[in-house]
């Protein structure tokens, strides 16, 4: 999928959580094979307006080598957020002809905190709508703890608040648990299934239930759809006849064994009137990549402008039951 296939007035975001930012260098060579292929060959065809990235691993070294390097091959401007308990930070770019201004807005260290891996988050102007702020955050939640996304997720909420101010909100990433099942396109994962055993995975994503059992973590996807944040993929298989567009993202690579197979922990969200701008939801098999596929979404850039003025109705919040 490239923008040409819908027109050139798109507007095309990518969310990519990149292994290990590709790999570490290698004695001989200027950047990893992965990392390259990465760039030129996913991400660079499909002139990306906004990309959202995970794993920026090594990107903070030789001042920031990677993400500058990253910038010039996708004539992008990159921000990287400080790490946190992990070691893999999230990066976002934008594309200066799209966006061509963007302050850090989740820049201290109190707000660093609250996260395991802290957010990329920035406000940023579309070209054509100077006057209408858009929030963008790029994240990656917590692993390891179902409560510790919880409070993430809160943070995000946080953000999405100035929607009701009219502030746009876009945002997304590796979001380390399951959507709501309602109307989901993958079939819940049963944890008793025998082969399960990655049992330490297994508590990093789920919750007990009273009975003891076990069942999929989804406070994040809940929350946000709760606020009224619309999941991109959802929406363009439930409303655009895009059922591929829920494709599994994760659960796919050899280091998944034992943990219940595919889902979709990658998602990206717009509110609710940037979401009815969405002409088209791909998810980006990456196996020589990394072992998470891409998530691509491309806007019709006239409508987005719309959005941001807030020209039609918002779109009620999805009911999660029938």
């Known amino acids: 999928?490239?923008?040409?296939?819908?027109?050139?007035?798109?507007?095309?975001?990518?969310?990519?959580?990149?292994?290990?930012?590709?790999?570490?260098?290698?004695?001989?060579?200027?950047?990893?094979?992965?990392?390259?292929?990465?760039?030129?060959?996913?991400?660079?065809?499909?002139?990306?307006?906004?990309?959202?990235?995970?794993?920026?691993?090594?990107?903070?070294?030789?001042?920031?080598?990677?993400?500058?390097?990253?910038?010039?091959?996708?004539?992008?401007?990159?921000?990287?957020?400080?790490?946190?308990?992990?070691?893999?930070?999230?990066?976002?770019?934008?594309?200066?002809?799209?966006?061509?201004?963007?302050?850090?807005?989740?820049?201290?260290?109190?707000?660093?905190?609250?996260?395991?891996?802290?957010?990329?988050?920035?406000?940023?102007?579309?070209?054509?709508?100077?006057?209408?702020?858009?929030?963008?955050?790029?994240?990656?939640?917590?692993?390891?703890?179902?409560?510790?996304?919880?409070?993430?997720?809160?943070?995000?909420?946080?953000?999405?608040?100035?929607?009701?101010?009219?502030?746009?909100?876009?945002?997304g990433g590796d979001a380390n648990e399951a959507p709501v099942a309602f109307g989901e396109r993958t079939p819940s994962i049963d944890w008793t299934r025998p082969d399960i055993t990655d049992f330490v995975h297994m508590v990093h994503r789920t919750v007990m239930c009273p009975d003891g059992t076990r069942a999929n973590a989804d406070y994040l996807d809940r929350t946000l759809l709760g606020c009224n944040l619309h999941d991109v993929a959802r929406h363009a298989a439930h409303h655009l006849q895009q059922p591929d567009a829920m494709k599994p993202t994760a659960g796919h690579a050899p280091g998944a064994a034992g943990q219940g197979g595919p889902r979709r922990i990658d998602r990206i969200y717009a509110d609710a009137w940037l979401a009815q701008a969405v002409l088209a939801v791909r998810v980006l098999d990456t196996p020589h990549i990394s072992d998470h596929h891409a998530v691509c979404v491309v806007f019709d850039r006239p409508l987005f402008v719309d959005g941001l003025r807030r020209r039609f109705a918002p779109l009620t919040p999805i009911a999660l039951t029938a």
Not at 59 to 65: F, P, T, V, W
Not at 81 to 96: C, F, I, M, S, W
Not at 103 to 122: C, K, L
């Open 1 to 171: 999928m490239t923008p040409t296939a819908h027109g050139e007035d798109v507007i095309t975001v990518v969310s990519l959580n990149l292994q290990n930012d590709g790999g570490p260098d290698t004695p001989g060579q200027p950047f990893p094979q992965r990392w390259l292929d990465a760039h030129t060959k996913l991400l660079k065809p499909l002139r990306p307006d906004i990309v959202l990235r995970q794993e920026a691993t090594y990107s903070h070294l030789d001042g920031q080598r990677r993400l500058h390097a990253a910038e010039d091959i996708l004539e992008m401007t990159g921000v990287l957020t400080p790490n946190g308990a992990g070691r893999n930070p999230t990066a976002l770019y934008l594309r200066p002809s799209t966006f061509p201004t963007h302050e850090v807005i989740y820049d201290r260290p109190g707000q660093r905190r609250m996260w395991r891996t802290p957010p990329t988050v920035v406000t940023t102007h579309l070209a054509e709508v100077p006057e209408v702020d858009i929030t963008v955050a790029s994240w990656h939640a917590a692993f390891n703890s179902p409560t510790g996304r919880q409070r993430e997720t809160d943070e995000l909420t946080s953000l999405v608040d100035k929607v009701k101010s009219g502030t746009a909100f876009l945002g």
